[in-house]
């Protein structure tokens, strides 16, 4: 990816104007990036944590089912919008020649604003319930990281794609609302029954979100031999977008 200081300050300015975009004509503003993941919580309190009585392994349901929405809000934050990026800077595409990957890093860099903000209310909730900060919490750096890492290449090769199949924007929309349902985010994966739990974790982020609670909400490190896959997923996918975008690159400016 390039790294030169006109690329980091265009990327600057890119996500700058996604966030502003965001909350422009909002009577909240900014609130959104906190008020979103609550209301979603307090859904997910009524429907998985009183009706259905979904297992949290022991966990309070609240600091449970908040950590998977804090995580599932880079997927939801960065994948759709990022599909939809390149498209959606159509005129400055089509007119200005820059480098392109700019764009979709963009949007995924804005949702990473989003979900550090949302975090905060992670962290209070970590304290009310007292659990206990140990070093074991830093292994939440190399897991976001995969996290980062697969939904960057997936937005990669999604953006790149829509740019010819418009209609993959929404097919991106409904696949990660059901990835979400297929996601440990509001139930822990104990609630899968034992002969679906193989095809169940077949979904990288079954390990990533497993992982982030053991390290954030239960003080100790998890097992690095189970982030095996996530990682040699996210390294596929990234590799894919990257391939795809620049392949696919020259002809953004006829195409969008």
């Known amino acids: 990816m390039p790294a030169s200081p006109q690329f980091g300050y265009l990327l600057y300015q890119l996500t700058l104007r996604d966030l502003k975009a965001r909350y422009k004509q909002t009577l909240l503003g900014?609130?959104?990036?906190?008020?979103?993941?609550?209301?979603?919580?307090?859904v997910y309190a009524v429907v998985f944590g009183a009706v259905l009585k979904a297992p949290t392994d022991g966990l309070p349901y609240n600091l449970f089912a908040y950590a998977g929405v804090v995580l599932w809000s880079v997927v939801a934050g960065a994948l759709p919008r990022g599909t939809r990026s390149i498209t959606g800077h159509a005129a400055l595409v089509a007119r200005t020649p820059f480098p392109k990957l700019a764009i979709p890093l963009s949007a995924v860099l804005a949702a990473l604003v989003d979900t550090a903000l949302a975090a905060i209310v992670l962290v209070i909730?970590?304290?009310h319930y007292a659990v206990p900060f140990t070093w074991a919490i830093w292994w939440i750096l190399p897991i976001l990281f995969l996290l980062i890492t697969l939904v960057t290449g997936l937005t990669l090769l999604a953006s790149a794609l829509h740019v010819f199949y418009h209609d993959l924007g929404h097919a991106v929309e409904l696949g990660v609302r059901v990835w979400q349902l297929l996601?440990?985010?509001?139930?822990?994966?104990?609630?899968v029954p034992l002969a679906w739990q193989g095809l169940y974790r077949l979904n990288p982020m079954v390990a990533l979100f497993d992982a982030a609670r053991v390290c954030l909400l239960r003080g100790h490190a998890p097992d690095p031999a189970t982030l095996i896959y996530p990682a040699t997923f996210a390294a596929a996918a990234l590799g894919l977008g990257m391939v795809v975008f620049r392949a696919t690159e020259p002809y953004f400016a006829e195409s969008v």
């Open 125 to 127: 909730l970590m304290v």
């Open 30 to 42: 900014s609130f959104w990036a906190l008020g979103r993941p609550l209301l979603e919580l307090a």
């Open 183 to 191: 996601t440990p985010v509001a139930y822990a994966t104990s609630a």
